[in-house]
């Protein structure tokens, strides 16, 4: 089993629809969660920070955390074309651990 | 623009070759991070620097190489090319040691022929 399931996608959603992405995990030692957006062949932007359980929101993405479950989401609402992305989720253990990658789920939204 | 620069941004080269590749992090970073990406694996590790000093070490082969300078700045050796190592190599940095939010660079864009 690998440490971080993500669903490569393709999503596909009409412009404006809510969309939700998601990961899971199988380390229960991981305590830091981030959500990374990346355009065709450039580097991944850092969209969300969360700690520990919990939901973030900042404006139209809202990212929650369930550890019980070991699984985690983003939300993106009122989707633009401009949000078409490959989206990965990352996360880490306390300490000197590096960030694990999921593979990444790829999103189109259609005008 | 993450304030990561990483250069060159694409590089051809032959099997056998040894390039190198080069990453200066966000001003005050401490911490530099090598990944590569390629289609079927995904954003892999390869190693993190602290002030200079190796922190950990992930799936970096032993044809691959890495250092950090006291500017900070980083290189990654890579050589005895292979077909296989074609890839995005990304760079990035964080100002902590146990970098729970990092930020990546452009990326180097390697194909080996």
């Known amino acids: 089993q690998k440490e971080v399931e993500q669903d490569p996608g393709p999503l596909s959603v009409p412009e404006g629809a809510i969309v939700s992405l998601n990961c899971t995990y199988s380390n229960s030692a991981f305590q830091y969660f981030m959500w990374y957006r990346q355009y065709s062949r450039k580097g991944p932007e850092l969209l969300m920070y969360t700690y520990s359980s919990g939901n973030k929101e900042d404006g139209r993405f809202t990212a929650q955390v369930d550890k019980s479950s070991k699984y985690i989401s983003l939300f993106i609402r009122d989707s633009q074309p401009s949000d078409s992305a490959t989206y990965l989720c990352?996360?880490?253990?306390?300490?000197?651990?590096?960030?694990?990658f999921g593979k990444g789920t790829r999103l189109s939204v259609i005008a | 623009d993450s304030g990561v620069t990483q250069t060159p941004k694409h590089l051809i080269t032959a099997t056998g070759q040894r390039v190198t590749l080069r990453c200066s992090p966000r001003s005050g970073d401490l911490s530099v991070y090598w990944y590569q990406q390629s289609l079927d694996q995904g954003l892999q590790f390869l190693i993190h620097?602290?002030?200079?000093?190796?922190?950990a070490k992930g799936n970096i082969l032993e044809r691959f190489s890495a250092q950090q300078f006291p500017d900070l700045h980083s290189e990654l050796n890579l050589s005895s090319l292979e077909l296989g190592d074609s890839a995005l190599y990304f760079c990035a940095s964080s100002s902590s040691v146990s970098g729970n939010t990092i930020y990546f660079g452009e990326g180097s864009w390697l194909t080996v022929v």
């Open positions: 620097y602290y002030n200079g000093e190796e922190r």
């Open positions: 990352a996360m880490s253990a306390p300490g000197n651990t590096p960030l694990v």
